[in-house]
C-alpha cells in the first residue's frame, strides 16, 4: 500500500506540474460552499499545491490543502443585527435587497475575513501562488491578493450569467435576453421586462462600480498593506481575469454568447458521489410505494418560519395524500400532526433526489437544489423567497417540468391545485427525465472542465491571449459610438454642401440658362 502510494506521488509530481494555488472562498454560506467545494479538493487530488481561505472546515483534507479559517460567526452576527425571518425577504425589490442585505453584508464579510486571526497571519507569510482563485460574491477586495502574488486570477461564481461578469471580461452584456438574476419578471422579453432589466443593470452597475467597490477599496488598503506599487484599481485588478467559471449550463439556461475564457460549470457538485442515503431514509424512500413528496427550503431558509395559516394550507392538502411527505422542518412541532409526514431539521438532499420513488421536490428554488432537481429528473414546484430564485423557477416552468407558486399565493385550494397538476399530468415527469439527459450531455463532466480550464492558466501563466482586447477599451470605442458619430458627421456634412452647392448653382444665370437650353434640344 505505502509502495503504491510513493508510486502515485511520483507520477503525480512527475507527470502534472504541482502548483501553488491559492483559493479565496471565505463566504459561510453552506449552498455556497456546496458548489465551490469539489473545485479546490479536485485540485488537491490532482498533486497541486492548494491553500484555501475559508469559513467551512473539511473533516478528512488531505495534506497538501491547507486550510486558513476564517473567524466562525453567522453572517447575521456579523451585520449586526438577529437574524431575519427569511420568509419576509419575499416582499423586497432587487434594488432594496442589495441596499439591505448584499452590499451591507459582503462589506462586513469582507472585513471579517480580512481582520481574521489565521488571514492575517497568512498575508504575512513570504507564499508565492501561480494562480489566485476567488469566489466572486460581493468580496473584491480579496482579488488584491492576485496582485499582491503577482500571480493570474481566477473567478468562480455560484451565479449563472450576470452583469459583472460580463463587464469586468468584456462580453456582451446582451440585456435582451440574459436577464439579471436578482428580477422577477413574469415575461423577461416583453417590453416592461426589458425595460426593467435595462433600468436594474444601470442601477446595479453605477452603484457596484462607483460606490461598492469603494467601499472595498478601502478594506484592501486597510488590511492588505505593502502591495506592489503601482496598485491598479479592483475594476482593473478584475478586468484582468483570466478565466470565468460561472455556475449555469445552456441546457437549462439562456443561451448566451460567452468569450473562450467564460466556463459553464453548472452541475460541479453533482460530478462525484461520496455519499448514500442513512439507512433510515433508505428504508423510508423505499418503502413509499405511492411516491414521496419532498420539500426543503434550503439552508437559509426555515420552514419552521412559515406563517401559521401558510403551515396549516400544506399540513391540510398532505392530510389528503396518500404519498409519503418529507420535509426539512428545524423543529419538533410537526412530530405526530400526519399518518405520512416525516421531518428532519437537515436531510441529505442530493441523495434523497436521486431516489426513483421522489415524486416532485418542493423547493425555494435556490440554483443548487434546483440543478439537484435537474440532474435527477424531478419536477419541482417552485416557492421562490429572494435573489436568483424566482429566476431559476421561471426557466423550471418554461421548460414545463415544473410549476412557480407565489408565496403570497399560499392557501390550500392553490397548493392543492399545483400538487395535484404535478403529481397526475404527467408531463412534468417526462420533461424532467429530458431535462436530466440534455443536462448530463456534454463532451466533458462540469468538474473536470473547471479544472482543466484552471490548469490551462496555469500552464499558459495567466493566458493573455484568451483575454477580450475589448476589456481595454472606452465604452465609446468599444460600442462604435465614435465610429458612428464620425460617420454621421460625415454625413450631414456632405447632405449640407450638396445643398448649398446646388442652392448656389440654382442662382447663377449662366447655369439656368444651360439647364433652359438643355430641355430645349431634348
Ligand atoms: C504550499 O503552500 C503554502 C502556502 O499556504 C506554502 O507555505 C508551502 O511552501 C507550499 N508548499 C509547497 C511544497 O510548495
New binding site residues.
Partial sequence: MAYQRVVLLLFLTTYCD?A?I?YAIPFTSKSHYIMLRPIGLELARRGH???VITANRETNPPP?Y?E?MVDDKEIWDVMGGERPNIFTMVNLSAEEFHEKIFWYAGTAFTELTLNSTAVKA?LN?E???DLVICEQFFQEALYALAHKYRAPLALVTTYGNCMRHNFVTGNPLQVATAISEFLDLDDPTSFWGRFRNSYFTLYEYVWWKYWYLGKQEALVKKYIPGLPQPTPSLFDIQRNNSLMLINSHFSYDTPVAYLPNIVEIGGIHLTKTENSLPKDLQRLLDDSKQGVIYINFGSNVRSAELPIEKRDAFLKVFGKLNQTILWKWEDKTLHGQLRNLVTKPWLPQREILAHPNIKVFISHGGLIGTQEAIYNGVPIIGIPIYADQFNNLLLVQQIGFGRVLRYQDINENALESVLNDVLTNKSYASKAKEMSKRFNDRPMNPLDTAVYWLEYVIRNKGAEFIKNPARNMSWYEYTLFDVYISVAIVVLVSVMITNMLIRKLANLPEFSISIRKHKKVQ
Fill in positions: 504541482s501553488n491559492l499545491n492548494v491553500t497538501n491547507r486558513i497568512f507569510e507564499n508565492t501562488f
